[in-house]
């Protein structure tokens, strides 16, 4: 059970991070695609499964915030990637606001896959 809830968190964190990477993308370009209604919702599904699958790990494995500095620290990226996305694909008033939100959340979006992977705070440090 868990390898399959483990596998499933897994697909949905990289179908998450790619719809983002495809929005973002259209953003860039200005594409009308980005306004349409499956572009709206889809994510939200998606990630709401993501969350739901990632905390169905954290209790099946006893993994916390206080108690593991890595899950702690994924924590926080994952409110910063959910608050410099939103800026980039919606709430940035400017091409240049955005795409520096933009960057902020692909560096964030990063260091969450790194602390997944590695489960320590600085890899290779």
Not at 6 to 23: I, P
Not at 88 to 117: D, E, M, P
């Amino acid at each position: 059970m868990h390898e399959w809830i483990k596998l499933t968190h897994v697909s949905l964190a990289v179908l998450s991070a790619s719809g983002f990477v495809v929005r973002s993308c259209w953003m860039l370009l200005e594409s009308p695609l980005l306004e349409t209604r499956l572009t709206r919702t889809l994510p939200h599904l998606v990630d709401a499964l993501l969350l739901l699958s990632g905390l169905t790990l954290a209790v099946r494995l006893h993994v916390t915030p206080l108690g593991d500095a890595w899950f702690g620290a994924k924590m926080g990226a994952l409110v910063l990637y959910i608050v410099a996305g939103s800026v980039a694909l919606r709430r940035g008033r400017t091409r240049k606001i955005r795409g520096a939100a933009l960057a902020v959340a692909l560096a964030s979006l990063a260091y969450i896959f790194t602390l997944a992977l590695t489960r320590q705070l600085l890899a290779g440090y």
